[in-house]
C-alpha cells in the first residue's frame, strides 16, 4: 500500500493512484481490479477519458468486498464543455452514475478555459478552430463549491492551471483547492510551482508521472523518459526500474503520481516506490533532467505545417503563458 500525504482537510491521499487516460474500456476494468488487488487505494478518471463507464463496471465488482469505499480515494474531471455554472452539477452526476458511486472524494476542473456545450467533447469551428466559451473560472468554480455543499465531492481542486489561477481561486473563492494536478516528471520537474502550492497547503498531483510515452502525438524519434540513461544508472543502484526512480522522485518530494498502466506487472512495480530513498545527489541528478522548454508534452495542439503548435495558447485562460 502507498504512503499518504494529508489534503489540508485532514483526508489522506495516497501518493500513487492509477492513471485511467487512454487505457481502453476493454481494458480499463482489468487495470482498475488489479490495482485495488495488489493495495492501490486512489483511481484518477475524468469524463473526457472516455471510459467512465467501464471504470464504474470494475468499481461495482470490488467496492464492499475487495475495498471498502471509505478507504479508497477516486477523483474525476470536469470536462471543458461543462464550465457554465448550470452544467456543472448534471456533469458530476453524471460522471458519479458512471462510476456508480455517491460521491467523489476529489472534483478536479480539468482545464481552466472552457468550450461551447453543444454536445462534442471538442466542438469546433468550419476552420477547425475550437469553439470556445467566455465562462470564468470564478464561476465554474462556484458552482465546484456547490458540488461540497451538497455532498457530491468531499474535495475540489484545480488541474492544468498556473500559479496566478490558484492565486485567484484561493483569493476569491470560498472552499479552498484540495489539490493541483499538472504535468510533472524528472523532464519537466515544476519546482516553481510546487513550492508555491507547499506554500499555500495545496497538494500537488503528478499527471504524466513517466512522460506519458503512450501520449496519441508522440513521434518514434521523441526521447523516452523512461529509457532515460541517468534514471537506468540510478535506478541499478537501488535495484529499482528508470519508471520506478521517476515516480520516487516526485513521491520524495511530496507530490503524488498516478502512473497510467493496463499491464499488472507494472501497475504492481509502480506502486513500489515508497520502500527506498533516493539520496540528496541523485535528487539533485534528477533535477538536473528539467527542460523548461522541451520538457512539457501534454499540451493541446494542432498541426500547422507538419508542426504541432499550442492549440490554445490565444485564449485568456491559457495556463502556460506565464513562467508557472
Ligand atoms: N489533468 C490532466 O490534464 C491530465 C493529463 C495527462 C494525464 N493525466 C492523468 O495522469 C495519468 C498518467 O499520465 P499518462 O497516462 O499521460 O502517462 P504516464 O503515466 O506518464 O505513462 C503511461 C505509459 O507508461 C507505461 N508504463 C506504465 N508503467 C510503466 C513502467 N513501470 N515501466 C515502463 N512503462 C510503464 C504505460 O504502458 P502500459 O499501459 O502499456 O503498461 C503507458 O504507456 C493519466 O492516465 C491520467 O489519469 C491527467
Known sequence: MAKCVKLFSGVELPLVGLGTWKSKPGEVQNAVKSAFSCGYRHIDCAACYGNEKEVGDAFKETIGSVVERKDVFITSKLWNTKHAAVDVKP???ESLKDLQLDYLDLYLIHWPYGFVNIGENF??????TIQYSDVSLMETWGAMEKLVDEGLCKHIGLSNCNSKQ???VLEK???KPAVL??????YFNQERLINFCKEKDIVVTASSPLGSPDRP????SDIILVEE???KAIGDKYKKSPAQVALRFNVQRGVVVIPKSI???RIAQNLEVCDFELSAEDMKKIESLHNEATGRVCVPAIEVDGKRVPRDAKHPLYPFNEPF
Open 91 to 93: 456533469a458530476c452526476i
Open 123 to 128: 466542438p469546433k469551428n468550419p476552420d477547425g
Open 166 to 168: 490558484v492565486a485567484e
Open 173 to 175: 473563492g470560498r472552499i
Open 181 to 186: 494536478q499538472v504535468e510533472c516528471h524528472p
Open 217 to 220: 502525438w508522440a513521434k518514434s
Open 229 to 231: 540513461p541517468t534514471l
Open 263 to 265: 499491464t499488472p506487472a
